[in-house]
């Protein structure tokens, strides 16, 4: 009976939601997403995926999850967590000749970003955002400050300051 009326429960949340659907290049909202808000489009959860670029020129999948805390509605601040996981397979090449090794492993790490944004509604229909935030990666046995592309590795020698900016389309016509 719980589960019935867990079912029913999220029904009804999901009739009083509001759909969008981001693009852009976020932090929080990934390259392309799509966000569910509820209570007065104050309360977002998002669905999101990105590519990083990797050395070698190769793409790593990233995927993840957002909520979004919106103080006035779709136009105006918010702040917003978002947690991806990172996964890709390296096989770099260093050294020539006698001194050459090749590092093949495969990366699983996770992101997690915290952060704050502007978003503003310029018609019913569609908005602007930009972010900035901070977070850190969880991976390889501890937790680090950034991911160092160019050998696929994390440290705490660096930190990064995550930013982003994208449209949106609220109510889109294809729903999903």
């Given at each position: 009976?719980?589960?019935?009326?867990?079912?029913?429960?999220?029904?009804?949340?999901?009739?009083?939601?509001?759909?969008?659907v981001n693009l852009g290049v976020s932090s929080s909202q990934g390259g392309i997403g799509v966000e569910q808000t509820f209570k007065d489009d104050k309360i977002g959860v998002n669905v999101h995926l990105n590519g990083l670029k990797i050395s070698g020129?190769?793409?790593?999948?990233?995927?993840?999850?957002?909520?979004?805390?919106?103080?006035?509605?779709?136009?105006?601040?918010?702040?917003?967590?978002?947690?991806?996981?990172?996964?890709?397979?390296?096989?770099?090449?260093?050294?020539?000749?006698?001194?050459?090794?090749?590092?093949?492993?495969?990366?699983?790490?996770?992101?997690?970003?915290?952060?704050?944004?502007?978003?503003?509604?310029?018609?019913?229909?569609?908005?602007?955002?930009?972010?900035?935030?901070?977070?850190?990666?969880?991976?390889?046995?501890?937790?680090?400050?950034?991911?160092?592309?160019?050998?696929?590795?994390?440290?705490?020698?660096?930190?990064?300051?995550?930013?982003?900016?994208?449209?949106?389309?609220?109510?889109?016509?294809?729903?999903?």
């Amino acid at each position: 009976m719980k589960r019935v009326l867990a079912l029913v429960g999220l029904c009804a949340a999901m009739s009083f939601a509001t759909t969008s659907v981001n693009l852009g290049v976020s932090s929080s909202q990934g390259g392309i997403g799509v966000e569910q808000t509820f209570k007065d489009d104050k309360i977002g959860v998002n669905v999101h995926l990105n590519g990083l670029k990797i050395s070698g020129g190769l793409e790593a999948f990233v995927a993840g999850l957002g909520l979004v805390y919106r103080f006035n509605g779709l136009t105006g601040p918010y702040a917003f967590h978002a947690s991806d996981w990172i996964h890709n397979k390296v096989n770099n090449v260093y050294g020539e000749g006698e001194n050459e090794w090749r590092d093949k492993r495969t990366i699983n790490y996770w992101r997690l970003l915290f952060g704050f944004g502007y978003q503003h509604m310029f018609f019913k229909h569609l908005g602007a955002y930009f972010e900035v935030g901070s977070g850190f990666y969880a991976g390889d046995g501890g937790y680090y400050l950034h991911y160092d592309n160019s050998v696929d590795k994390l440290n705490n020698k660096d930190w990064e300051l995550h930013s982003g900016f994208g449209i949106m389309s609220k109510n889109p016509p294809i729903q999903f």
